[in-house]
């Protein structure tokens, strides 16, 4: 009696590659789409390849399925989802016109291509634990939504000024050099929630769904303006931890009391000899 042979069991290994590999065929049909004139589809199809990135490294972490292969496919995922296919979207439906879109969005596309080999020469490198709660620069998947922002506009409220030619090349070459810069970038899954803070954001994420399927083009505005806005308080609270060690193992309410404090002595040091001056009925000598 010949023995049964066993079919052969796919691992859930697997999965995370798999995953990444959805990423990049839904980003370059997210290019197909913006081609054959469909923006809506383009938009969605690179939404759903940045979802399914950013869940392949979580999945490979959680099933212990991390392999230097499966990085190097992520990697080359970025590159297509957030470098090549906005670059190609933004060119059919903003650029193709113009006689300088290609330039703009070759440069876009390498300096996402060269924010990722930065990225991932960092890895190396021994940095203070504060480091890893920011990223050098704007993040690929980041400077995605910031070059479609003027497409969304376009969609939510028609021609204008933010879809002209000039408005365009200018805001893709802002998205570009931060892209590349060495601006702090706050890590959002760092943010540390208070427990009574839980059901409210459970709350708010819920209508924020529910928000991006009926007006996803503003959805789109708000997350830019709103990653926009967060850039000043990053460079500040890095600013703070580069400048006091003391602080690196506080947990974050105990970092921002200590800032709190900080500048209030500032404040009071500031105030004193100002204090003092005022006492002794000294003033300030005449300019000139």
């Given amino acids: 009696m010949r023995p049964r042979l066993k079919s052969p069991v796919v691992s859930a290994r697997i999965l995370p590659s798999a995953m990444t590999v959805a990423a990049i065929c839904l980003g370059l049909s997210a290019v ?8 809506t589809e383009a938009m969605a199809f690179l939404a759903i390849a940045a979802i399914l990135d950013g869940l392949d490294g979580r999945v490979a972490r959680a099933l212990n399925a991390t392999s230097k292969m499966g990085e190097e496919i992520d990697s080359l995922a970025d590159a297509v989802n957030f470098g090549v296919a906005p670059a190609f979207i933004v060119y059919a439906t903003l650029l193709s016109t113009s006689q300088i879109g290609w330039i703009v969005v070759l440069l876009y596309a ?3 291509v060269l924010r990722l080999a930065r990225f991932n020469a ?8 504060y480091e890893k709660k920011y990223f050098t620069g704007m993040p690929a998947p980041a400077g995605a939504i910031g070059a479609i922002g003027p497409l969304a506009a376009k969609m939510q409220f028609g021609e204008g000024w933010w879809t002209s030619e000039p408005a365009v090349a200018i805001w893709m070459i802002g998205v570009s050099l931060l892209v590349v810069s060495t601006l702090p970038m706050r890590k959002i899954h760092t943010f540390s929630v208070p427990p009574n803070m839980v059901a409210p954001l459970l709350a708010l994420l819920a209508i924020g769904v529910a928000a991006s399927i009926l007006y996803g083009y503003i959805v789109i505005l708000v997350i830019i303006v709103a990653y926009f806005l967060h850039i000043p308080f990053a460079l500040r609270t890095k600013r703070f931890l580069a400048a006091h060690p003391e602080v690196w193992d506080d947990k974050p309410r105990q970092q921002r009391a200590a800032r709190r404090a900080i500048r209030r002595t500032h404040r009071t040091q500031r105030a004193q000899p100002r204090r003092s001056s005022l006492r002794l009925g000294l003033r300030r000598p005449p300019k000139g």
């Fill in 32 to 39: 197909k789409m913006a081609l054959d004139g469909r923006p």
């Fill in 110 to 112: 390498v300096c996402i």
């Fill in 122 to 129: 960092m890895l190396s490198v021994d940095q203070p634990a």
